[in-house]
């Protein structure tokens, strides 16, 4: 079953403005991971943030880990054209050794120029 | 990190056949995991494929119409077999996450079934 679950499903902003997108999940996790994808293609590694973390950058990202909640969100600050991906959280399903991710429905960003 | 590559890129198959998509690592990994992503939709896990032993496939996925080929490290093979307009997806292969590590993808396969 999905455990993570992006809202909004959709967003759309002007040029320069931030983006927050949101996630929340249902079970207890490791860490928590976010990927961009651009139209169909693979996916790209952005950011994971441990179970013992709250907050953490890289660059334009900021993403935060409310593990009381069960919830994380990806602020995009100074968004860009280029920043029209879909983005989704994923959340480790530790079981038995193996540590696949299981992937939110994800976020349609469109940044209009 | 893990550079991770794979074949076809993308394919337009009939239904009824069957396609193999390659994974290729650039690293030695214990486990490896296939993907699919529906139109539109979020990546389902459909199997993780560990070297030397069969590959354990998630609720909904059977090996019947997705066998799964580790014959090494860095190598895997997904086969959709007797393919349907409904496998029309992208299928990704994926490794890392160990430890709770950063989980790493490749470039997909995009799948059409007429």
């Known amino acids: 079953s999905q455990q993570g679950e992006e809202d909004p499903q959709a967003l759309s902003i002007q040029e320069g403005e931030n983006a927050t997108m949101n996630c929340s999940y249902k079970t207890s996790i490791n860490n928590l991971q976010w990927y961009r994808q651009n139209s169909g293609r693979g996916l790209v590694h952005l950011i994971l943030i441990r179970s013992n973390e709250r907050e953490k950058h890289s660059g334009r990202l900021r993403v935060t880990l409310d593990t009381s909640k069960k919830s994380s969100s990806l602020l995009i600050t100074a968004s860009r054209a280029a920043d029209t991906a879909s983005y989704f959280c994923?959340?480790?399903?530790?079981?038995?050794?193996?540590?696949?991710?299981?992937f939110g429905k994800g976020t349609r960003l469109s940044v209009i120029a | 990190s893990a550079v991770i590559s794979q074949k076809p890129s993308r394919d337009i198959c009939q239904r009824g056949t069957s396609l193999t998509i390659q994974c290729q690592v650039d690293?030695?990994?214990?486990?490896m995991f296939w993907y699919r992503q529906q139109p539109g939709q979020s990546l389902t896990l459909i199997a993780t494929?560990?070297?030397?032993?069969?590959?354990?496939?998630e609720s909904g996925f059977v090996i019947d119409k997705f066998p799964i080929s580790r014959p090494n490290l860095t190598f895997s093979t997904l086969t959709v077999s007797n393919m349907s307009p409904e496998d029309s997806s992208i299928y990704l292969c994926s490794v890392g996450g160990a430890g709770g590590e950063t989980q790493y993808f490749g470039p997909g396969t995009r799948l059409l079934v007429l």
């Open positions: 494929a560990n070297q030397g032993s069969e590959a354990t496939y």
């Open positions: 690293s030695q990994v214990t486990m």
């Open positions: 994923a959340t480790d399903a530790w079981r038995s050794g193996n540590t696949p991710l299981v």
